[in-house]
């Protein structure tokens, strides 16, 4: 989709509430690419608040534009302007809105910054705390250690 | 399967206030995040660390995101915490790994595949050294790529001109291979090698390599020793390579034998495969016939058949 979305001969406008109280007028066909706000429509049809109470209005910004602009361009440039932490709130977000589009585009620009990354530097940059036991641990590097012998030398 | 709740990032409702953001200007500033973040976290008396997470993604977040990575590494990131262990077993991942015609792979090389095996089980089996056809040949996924691997033997697995005769050839018990003997020529005029295979290889193109070692390598007090004394006559006339295959394809090369005292692998040709749904048949043939010498010296472990991409990624492949 290449050009933006809007239609002025059919646009309802709906405002969207972010966590932190930044409302959003959007027309009614952006707001429908979010799946969770689609269903909401779907259940109160005369709505025109709608809250979204997991997405800072910083974010739910970046999700707007992202939904107005996409396409194969945009989306190879959209990810090199934020950092880690942006990215995971922004993929948190599409994960709640049901953005499919967004979702893609913003795990496979995770996956490119961690790949080839070992496991102690995602976890670092991610603050990932290990929940594993001892023994789990242990369990796990056999189970998976076929990955790591006999790579082919010759 | 472990579930995770979503966070709500209410906890963002910080206990500062920050510059209301510009809606046209979204080249961010990553102070104010940063800056946040450090506030944030000390004011708070958690141990909890205050930024995001990629362990509070949802399980299908993650498995989005790992599914990006080559096999090895998504072993890896299983240790980082019990979200990215379950992540890294689900099946849609490995299914975006395994050679797309997995199901014929399975059926032509094991006898009793069990049918409700996750997918990540069956790549790693597909990953093993199998034998095929008596042991004369092995086949393997390579962990990294996902790609189709094959060897097939000197011994039994190859068809050598004069091999039963000991004057000219003996087979000898090596470390250096995948299979635990090569076959040593002292010498002939007739060297011929045919080989041929009918396997369900993927779609893709592949190429065909004989792996060579002139010279007799031995150990000598544990180190490794070779003996190139006798070899002899490669630098007269160079070796013939044909390939074949049952769809018409057809390759011919031809290349002197060098680097005596190395392993040695020599690209005979390459063959592509359009249709991993049906078997493929290959044919092929090194030989270097010339009544007016002898040649000799040389060990023949096997032939391998790599996708044809390893030539570049794969250092040992690189010589020939």
Redesign the interface.
């Known amino acids: 989709m290449a050009e933006e979305k809007s239609q002025a001969s059919s646009s309802k406008m709906l405002t969207l509430k972010a966590s932190d109280g930044v409302l959003f007028e959007v027309e009614l066909n952006i707001a429908k690419e979010m799946k969770t706000v689609q269903a909401y429509i779907d259940d109160c049809e005369d709505i025109e608040t709608i809250p979204i109470p997991n997405v800072l209005g910083k974010h739910l910004a970046i999700v707007i534009e992202y939904i107005k602009k996409t396409n194969e361009e945009y989306d190879a440039e959209f990810e090199k302007q934020w950092n880690m932490d942006d990215l995971q709130l922004l993929l948190l977000a599409a994960n709640y809105l049901n953005i499919s589009g967004l979702q893609e585009c913003l795990c496979k620009a995770i996956a490119k910054r961690i790949e080839n990354k070992s496991p102690e530097y995602v976890r670092k940059v991610f603050n990932i705390e290990n929940d594993h036991s001892p023994e789990e641990e242990a369990k796990l590097r056999k189970e998976y250690k076929w990955a790591f012998e006999g790579v082919d030398k010759d | 399967m472990y579930n995770f709740h ?1 966070i ?3 906890f ?2 910080t206990l500062f206030t920050f510059p ?2 510009s ?1 046209n200007n ?3 500033n ?1 102070n104010f ?1 940063f800056m946040g ?1 450090r506030f944030s976290s000390f004011l708070s008396n958690s141990t909890v ?1 205050s ?8 399980e ?2 993650v498995a ?6 080559d ?12 979200a ?2 379950a992540a890294s077993s689900a099946d849609f991942v490995w299914e975006s790994k395994l050679p797309p015609n997995y199901h014929l792979l399975l059926a032509k090389i094991f006898q009793d595949f069990p049918i409700n095996l996750g997918k990540r089980d069956i790549y ?1 089996s597909l ?2 050294l199998n034998s095929l056809d008596g042991g004369t040949k092995k086949v393997w996924v ?3 790529t996902g790609k189709l ?1 094959l060897a097939i033997s000197s011994s039994k697995g190859l068809s050598i001109t004069g091999v039963d005769d000991r004057r000219y050839w003996n087979y000898i018990i090596t470390e250096e291979s995948r299979f635990s003997t090569v076959a040593y020529l002292q010498h002939t005029w007739w060297f011929e090698v045919d080989g041929e295979i009918d396997f369900p290889f993927p779609a893709g193109t592949y190429s065909l390599f004989f792996r060579i070692h002139l010279g007799r390598a031995y150990k000598r007090f544990g180190r490794r020793v070779c003996n190139t004394e006798h070899v002899h006559g490669w630098d007269k006339k160079p070796v013939q390579f044909q390939l074949w295959t049952s769809d018409g394809q057809y390759v011919a090369s031809q290349c002197f034998l060098k680097e005596p005292g190395n ?1 040695t692998f020599y690209h005979a040709g390459d063959f592509t495969v359009e249709d991993g749904n049906s078997s493929t048949k290959v044919k092929f043939s090194m030989t270097q016939i010339d009544c007016t010498h002898t040649k000799g010296g040389l060990c023949l472990d096997s032939a391998f058949i790599y996708p044809s991409e390893f030539k570049k990624s ?1 250092a ?1 492949l690189n010589c020939s």
């Open positions: 979503f709500s990032s209410l963002y409702e209301f953001p809606f979204l080249n961010f990553p995040n973040l660390s930024g995001p997470t990629l362990g509070e993604l949802p299908s977040c989005s995101i790992i599914a990006y990575m096999p090895p590494q998504i072993c890896q990131l299983a240790t980082l915490n019990r990215f262990r790693t990953c093993r390579d962990k990294g691997c392993w794969k040992f």
